[in-house]
């Protein structure tokens, strides 16, 4: 098992840039979340899919944010346009869909913009 | 609501010695607990995690927990601290009907030589 894979690792981009960081969960894993990790907010769920529908996004932080799951093995999250208060690690991380199964998180992407 | 308390944003210890980390949880129902760590530039890696099963739970890397259901804690121990145990320390709780990780604020964990 490969794990829950993200990319790019590192992102670099430019004020008003749009970004678009990948996932692709556990197979056979049917639920999917995306989390922010700063120093000064900790870690922050963005938004929750259950069977590729997005069940929860109360905490993806403007309009400029967007999250597709296309499919059970593929998801998006697009920044449009990138500021750089949106400089933070952001992780994806998969789970089945069975109380207290626990989430496996992949190893995040580091996003600077400057 | 859920919450989770992790006393302690930085702990240090020496080499050797025991680790405790402290997580109290508020919960009316005994709920899914968790501790992950985070390596430095690494997501977060499950070291253990309690489903009522047991109340004491043995995770990885020598660690174990103990779930006290009078104290709503939820301690995170490590008999003899080794300098690769270096790292932030998350606690975790699920609550029943639910699949949405309630964090709590981490504890960074320094192993002194």
């Known amino acids: 098992d490969a794990g829950v894979i993200q990319s790019p690792r590192h992102e670099v981009t430019e004020m008003g840039q749009e970004v678009t960081l990948r996932c692709k969960p556990i197979?056979?894993?049917?639920?999917l979340f995306w989390y922010r990790q700063t120093m000064m907010r900790g870690l922050e769920l963005l938004i929750y899919f259950n069977n590729n529908v997005p069940i929860d996004d109360s905490g993806m932080p403007e309009d400029r944010f967007s999250a597709k799951m296309p499919n059970a093995s593929f998801s998006t999250l697009k920044i449009q346009p990138s500021e750089p208060r949106d400089s933070a690690v952001y992780f994806c991380?998969?789970?089945?869909?069975?109380?207290?199964?626990?989430?496996?998180f992949g190893s995040g992407t580091r996003l600077t913009v400057v | 609501a859920q919450s989770v308390t992790q006393l302690g944003s930085h702990v240090s210890v020496s080499e050797g010695a025991l680790v405790l980390l402290r997580c109290n949880y508020s919960s009316s129902v005994p709920p899914y607990l968790f501790w992950y760590v985070q390596y430095p530039n690494q997501g977060l890696q499950l070291l253990l995690k309690y489903t009522s099963a047991a109340t004491l739970v043995k995770g990885i890397n020598g660690f174990e927990a103990e779930f006290k259901k009078s104290e709503t804690s939820f301690h995170l121990t490590k008999p003899s601290a080794h300098m690769s145990d270096a790292a932030e320390y998350f606690c975790?709780?699920?609550?029943?009907?639910?699949?949405?990780?309630?964090f709590g604020t981490g504890t960074r964990l320094k192993v002194l030589a």
């Open positions: 197979s056979g894993h049917n639920s």
């Open positions: 991380a998969s789970s089945r869909t069975v109380e207290g199964y626990g989430y496996t």
């Open positions: 975790a709780v699920i609550g029943s009907g639910t699949y949405k990780y309630i």
